[in-house]
């Protein structure tokens, strides 16, 4: 496997909707992520960096090439959760460079570039070429995204599904498995078309506005919320809503008073397993929202405006279209009289 080179024309600039040939011509070139990767056959053993990349391998049918997983914010999708349970869990966050080494895959497949990137809190993607090991970053983290301004990066452009589908593709034709990718990804077009017409047919007001809150470092803290080109811009942008936050930058800190000014109408707050900070429990966010006497006063808490989403679906991953849909099935029993 041939590994790391300077950028190049490459399978990048395909449509996202394309498919690609029946089966792979090995030896297979593409740049992700600024890097050239070149695979002189399918990977053998993968270690995931990021929930994304695992359920992308599992719903194409590789969860037996999958050696280890790590990175986790929510359960598993449940028509996975056996399979999940006999593939190591080498962290429930970021895993060490070494945990990751010696599972000796031909392939890492990351999630986030800050786990696996030019400042990779796991390692450069250097380190893992120079033993051998490819890797692979999904693209809706770096597609119309800078990840050298710190942090969780900024967006220099709107995320869009297209990077989803086109890291499916991708890995589909890593894997030479490119009709399952073009299954999943037409599964997942149908499912994004459904939720939109779903929220268009809802009549929802022209003004209706939300925040996304995340999690927050410090409950005494300003709340880390979604700016307005990531994932959940996307679904906002696709039914019809105002992000009250106007920053680029994929996850912001925002103070209550500020937010409360804006008065959204919705507040969407994630769901999850990880407990790194105050904020990532969802009790603490419900009763904080309901308790604060800034946020209390909040138009979507007065009416009981407020969603509970997967962490995941808040990301930019296939699961940001189960989040479109959950969002659309919310609004439907919600009043705005």
Known sequence: ????????????????????????????????????????????????????ATEVLYRLGLADKVSGTSVWFNPVLPEFSDINSRIERIADNDPSFESVVNKRPDLVAAQYEWHVGPTGSVATREQFHELGIASYIMP???DTKDNATGGDGTRVAAFSTDSIYKGVHELAAIFDVQSAGDTLVADLQTREERAIEQATSLALPDDLSAVFWFSSYDLAADPIVAGQLGAPGYMMEQLGIQNVVTSNEEWPTVG??????????????????????????????????????????????????????????????????????????????????
């Open 1 to 52: 496997m041939k590994l790391a080179r300077p950028l190049c024309i490459s399978l990048a600039f395909l449509p996202a909707h394309a498919a690609f040939a029946d089966s792979t011509a090995y030896p297979l070139t593409l740049t992700n992520c600024g890097v050239e990767i070149t695979f002189d056959a399918p990977p053998e053993s993968t270690v995931t960096v990021g929930q994304s």
């Open 140 to 142: 809706a983290d770096c």
């Open 256 to 337: 209550w008073e500020s937010i409360a000014r804006a008065n959204p109408d919705v507040i969407v707050v994630a769901r999850m397993d990880r407990r790194r900070y105050p904020g990532d429990d969802l009790a603490t966010k419900l009763e904080l929202l309901q308790s604060d006497p800034v946020t209390r006063e909040m138009n979507a808490v007065k009416n009981g405006r407020i969603v509970e989403m997967d962490a995941h679906a808040m990301s930019a991953t296939m699961r940001s279209i189960y989040g479109l849909e959950s969002l659309a099935q919310a609004l439907s029993t919600m009043s705005f009289n």
